[in-house]
């Protein structure tokens, strides 16, 4: 799989330069917040070295559920209070944080992928049982730069029936492993280019409140 640069997931881009040269908000709030995809192509895949859905086999979290974490909440508050930028577009705190979660938001507390299945859960319930086939890379621009999503259809009608997905990985070493997502029902290329700025954030079922504290802070 492309791997992507950290810059991606750093540089938040604003047009205010202290905001540019704090990088307040890693991961999840600089593609929310301030990236604006568009398709840059296509690859329909079908060949040997395609990815396939296995690649992300395991048990993953959504990030949105981890927005009550005090310590969290309190990274998010200094960054609010360090930035001009983000006083400006909210003028206190609370709508700033009721943003970024909405912009995180998910329908499902956790998933597990099995080879081409994934089960969708919602408070310890399955909520969604859906078999994946694999169709191809997403470019998307971000940014400066091109990053690619894997996409998936699957088969059967419902929310979460096109899916694209980023390659996981860790910024940092001491940081979560975590990608990008979105999901829908209408078509995968609506959740390339039609999707505004929603993007849940993944992450492992094993990460820590310290390895969140890393990505939140960008160290």
């Not at 979560?176 to 492992?204: C, K, N």
């Amino acid at each position: 799989m492309k791997k992507r640069h950290d810059s991606l997931l750093h540089g938040v881009c604003v047009a205010n330069s202290e905001a540019k040269s704090r990088r307040l908000l890693a991961g999840f709030v600089v593609l929310l917040i301030t990236a604006i995809f568009t398709v840059a192509g296509c690859d329909n895949g079908g060949g040997s070295d395609d990815p396939e859905l296995a690649e992300w086999n395991g048990t993953w979290n959504s990030y949105y559920d981890y927005f009550d974490e005090p310590e969290l909440v309190a990274i998010l508050e200094d960054q609010y209070d360090a930035s001009d930028a983000y006083k400006t577009m909210f003028a206190t705190f609370d709508p700033f944080l009721a943003f970024v979660k909405n912009l995180a938001l998910t329908d499902f507390d956790s998933f597990v992928v099995q080879g081409d299945t994934i089960t969708f859960y919602k408070r310890m319930k399955t909520i969604d049982t859906v078999t994946y086939t694999y169709k191809g890379v997403r470019q998307v621009v971000w940014g400066q730069e091109t990053a690619d999503f894997y996409a998936f259809e699957g088969d059967k009608a419902g929310d979460h029936k096109y899916l694209i997905f980023e390659e996981a990985d860790r910024d940092t070493a001491d940081g979560p492993l975590h990608f990008h997502m979105r999901y829908g029902s209408e078509s995968i290329d609506s959740l390339v280019s039609g999707a505004g700025m929603w993007a849940p954030t993944i992450v492992s079922y094993d990460t820590t409140i310290a390895e969140l504290k890393v990505f939140m802070s960008g160290d």
